[in-house]
């Protein structure tokens, strides 16, 4: 099946760094790739769609300047977390859409924790 | 506004039985539906998935079934087993377009 890897699974900061975190399909390639937050107990919550070679497309309420996305190729997206602060603290998932299915494969996370 | 609901919270089964989840939708042009099963801090994983052109959709224990008219499906796994265990999202999209994710279902499958 298809395969998407996050890293880091886990990372823990100081206020006011930033953070990346990558998403790759090792296995297909994604033209789309999408970042999701989810909260304690809450299903996930689309945070922006990442096509490659364009802008990504931010959700409502979704800064762009905090979230930076960059999809520079057809297999790797990365978020950064610009000036992190303790309530970005939460789980990053990151997906990627198989181009020739309408599936979309899901990485492991990334647990942000903001001190 | 939910466009993907699932409106049972948690569901639970005895080992052996069918384990049936619901979901229901409100966005008519949605026309692919998917199935993921997530365990606690790690991603979704793809379960099965159907689209609006059929109404049925087998593979192994897991069974999505769509009924259109009612803007409603469901995931039957049987039998279910307590490796099972787990929450359980219904997805649709329309278009191709980006997946809207049920709140999803937390099902306990006892030994």
């Known amino acids: 099946g298809a395969v998407v890897s996050q890293h880091p699974s886990r990372v823990i900061c100081k206020s006011g760094t930033s953070v990346k975190i990558e998403c790759r399909s090792l296995?297909?390639?994604?033209?789309?790739m999408f970042w999701y937050r989810q909260f304690p107990k809450q299903s996930l919550m689309l945070m922006a769609t990442s096509n490659e070679g364009s802008k990504a497309t931010y959700e409502q309420g979704v800064e762009k300047d905090k979230f930076l996305i960059n999809h520079a190729s057809l297999t790797l997206s990365t978020l950064t977390v610009t000036s992190a602060h303790p309530e970005d603290s939460s789980f990053y998932i990151c997906?990627?859409?198989?181009?020739?299915?309408?599936?979309?494969?899901f990485g492991p996370g990334t647990r942000l924790l903001v001190l | 506004d939910q466009q993907v609901k699932q409106n049972s919270p948690s569901l639970s089964v005895q080992e052996g039985r069918i384990s049936i989840l619901n979901c229901d939708y409100t966005n008519s042009m949605f026309d692919y539906f998917l199935w993921y099963k997530k365990y606690p801090a790690e991603g979704p994983t793809f379960l099965i998935s159907?689209?609006?052109?059929?109404d049925k959709n087998e593979d192994g224990r897991f069974t999505v079934f769509l009924n259109k008219s009612a803007k409603h499906l469901s995931l039957h796994i049987v039998p279910s087993q307590p490796g099972d265990s787990a929450v359980y999202f219904c997805?649709?999209?329309?278009?191709?377009?980006?997946?809207?994710f049920g709140a999803g279902t937390i099902l306990r499958v006892k030994s």
């Open positions: 159907i689209s609006s052109i059929k």
């Open positions: 296995d297909f390639q994604a033209t789309t």
């Open positions: 997805a649709a999209s329309a278009d191709g377009n980006k997946l809207v």
């Open positions: 997906s990627a859409r198989d181009w020739r299915v309408e599936t979309q494969y």
